[in-house]
């Protein structure tokens, strides 16, 4: 399995609402990835976990709340998002955050979750 | 941490090659030159990865500057599939920030 699996394809959400982004790969990475994509612009890092742990927060709002319960999965928890954070949401793994040796440290996006605030 | 500077855009003809060159003047001795692409409604793919050498893969060949301040991404025969947007970023395997900053990149449209 190589691939980066993310639920919902599609949300709406209210201003008020509690809603939440799925991300799952099978393939024993132990970094994981949220990053955001407004519409004709570059994905911007949010998150980074590693093994398990919150490595790196890129000063995101507190409305965004990620978790990460086991190296499968992670979660994206929202609640009370603004009409501007409607965009594209992206999860991305890779085998651990750096490769000193190779350089690689590919990473495999997923297809991403498009949020609609309204 | 170091730039890169790529076209906004380009265009190729189907089943021809296409060259998409970067530029990353400031790029340091540990920064490694990594291009990823996204295809419409897809997340980012990696592509190629390379320091100092000319590298090779199934995707596209990566040629680097001698000096290192600017490579060319090769796609040696551009399908209708290959249209994309195409980043190159520096990524700096030293002590510096390892993740993935993505730039502007540049648009690829292919013509049948």
């Known amino acids: 399995d190589t691939e980066v699996t993310q639920t919902p394809k599609h949300l709406v959400m209210g201003m008020t609402n509690k809603k939440s982004l799925k991300c799952e790969q099978h393939?024993?990475?132990?970094?994981m990835y949220w990053y955001k994509q407004k519409a004709k612009k570059p994905p911007e890092l949010m998150f980074v976990y590693s093994y398990e742990k919150l490595s790196i927060n890129e000063s995101v709002p507190s409305r965004f709340s990620p978790e990460c319960p086991n190296s499968s999965l992670l979660n994206l928890h929202l609640h009370a998002l603004q009409p501007e954070d409607s965009a594209l949401y992206l999860c991305a793994s890779s085998q651990d955050i750096r490769d000193i040796k190779s350089g690689a440290n590919v990473l495999t996006f997923g297809a991403g979750s498009r949020l609609t605030v309204l | 941490d170091a730039k890169t500077t790529q076209p906004n855009s380009m265009e190729s003809n189907e089943e021809e090659p296409v060259h998409l060159p970067c530029n990353h003047s400031?790029?340091?001795?540990?920064?490694?030159i990594h291009w990823y692409r996204q295809l419409p409604s897809q997340g980012p793919e990696y592509v190629i990865h390379?320091?100092?050498s000319n590298v090779n893969n199934r995707m596209a060949s990566l040629a680097i500057a001698e000096d290192r301040k600017s490579s060319t991404l090769i796609l040696h025969r551009a399908t209708l599939r290959d249209a994309a947007v195409y980043y190159c970023i520096l990524r700096d395997s030293g002590a510096g920030s390892y993740q993935l900053t993505f730039g502007k990149g540049t648009k690829l449209s292919v013509i049948p």
């Open positions: 400031t790029i340091s001795g540990t920064d490694y």
């Open positions: 390379g320091l100092t």
């Open positions: 393939m024993g990475h132990r970094a």
